[in-house]
């Protein structure tokens, strides 16, 4: 499976952004799936899960100004991103996980740049 993430862009602080995740190749349906980042100098992070029903995960970073959401019969992951802040200019991920998060992560997209800059 690949995917392929989307809709990162600039944006001033309090800003708005959508990213959207497609995986094309296979169905993951069945599969947990995450958004996660990586800003310059720093290890990677989790942003938020959603498992194979929906029901989203959030870091605390992310808790209140995130919405996680799928479309599983368009193959698709979401992240609403609102309330943007400096701190969350990063690259950001989406990616797959064997079957359930607890068992990793197996399949990462290329990422997509986010930068919250005045």
């Known amino acids: 499976v690949q995917l392929q993430a989307s809709g990162g862009g600039s944006v001033e602080p309090g800003g708005t952004l959508r990213l959207t995740c497609t995986a094309f190749?296979?169905?993951?349906?069945?599969?947990?799936l995450g958004w996660y980042r990586q800003a310059p100098g720093k290890q990677r992070e989790l942003v938020a899960t959603?498992?194979?029903?929906?029901?989203?995960k959030y870091a605390d970073a992310a808790k209140g100004r995130f919405t996680i959401s799928r479309d599983n019969d368009k193959n698709t992951l979401f992240l609403q991103m609102n309330s943007l802040k400096s701190e969350d200019t990063a690259t950001y991920y989406c990616?797959?996980?064997?079957?359930?998060?607890?068992?990793?992560?197996?399949?990462w997209g290329k990422g997509t740049q986010v930068t919250v800059s005045s």
């Open positions: 190749g296979s169905f993951v349906s069945i599969n947990d």
């Open positions: 990616a797959k996980a064997r079957k359930r998060v607890i068992y990793g992560m197996d399949n």
């Open positions: 959603a498992n194979l029903y929906g029901r989203p």
